[in-house]
């Protein structure tokens, strides 16, 4: 299985939910057999690391991503990847208008695929405070959890 997830700038929420979903996966039965990866639909900020406050609230809950480097979603993610996994709306109409015809069913919102059905999208921080950061681990890591159960059981 591999799952990639998808922000707009891969410098903030695709790195931290990449972190949880790795972080969780290891802990659990699936350890090395889902492999994760994330990426933007914007280029801006290919090869840099993730944004230091994404670090840093990371590392306050136990994970490190600061070895991640961010790159743009390509077409061969739609062939390599088996479920594509938005961090909002506006990341999963990108993703979508990009994505061949026989992969569309396989481009979802994180938290709606996740189960977390009233979350809906883990919102955009980047211009926003400390606050906000811990919102979206709060979200992503739960999405982890829950995608974790998820699999472990099927
Ligand atoms: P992300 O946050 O999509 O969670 O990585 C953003 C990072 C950079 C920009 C926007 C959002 N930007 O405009 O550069």
């Known amino acids: 299985m591999n ?3 998808v922000c707009l700038g891969n410098i903030c929420r695709s790195p931290m939910a990449e972190g949880a979903l790795r972080a969780r996966l290891e802990a659990s039965a699936l350890a090395g057999r889902v492999r994760v990866d994330s990426a933007g639909t914007g280029g801006w900020h ?6 230091r406050r994404a670090i840093a609230c990371a590392r306050g809950h136990g994970v490190d991503i600061g070895g991640q480097r961010a790159r743009q979603v390509t077409a061969d993610d739609f ?3 088996d479920w ?3 961090a909002d709306r506006a ?16 481009v979802v919102l994180l ?9 809906g ?5 980047y211009t926003g405070g ?25």
């Open 111 to 119: 938290l709606e695929w996740a189960g977390l059905e009233a979350a």
């Open 91 to 106: 990341n999963l109409r990108d993703v979508l208008r990009m994505a061949p015809a026989a992969a569309r069913g396989r």
């Open 84 to 86: 594509i996994l938005c």
């Open 46 to 51: 290919a090869g840099e690391p993730p944004d």
């Open 121 to 125: 999208e883990v919102p955009d921080p």
């Open 130 to 154: 400390p606050e906000d950061f811990q919102q979206v681990w709060r979200l992503v890591d739960s999405a982890a959890q829950a995608v974790v159960a998820r699999l472990a059981a099927n």
């Open 79 to 81: 062939d390599t990847f």
């Open 3 to 5: 799952l990639l997830v």
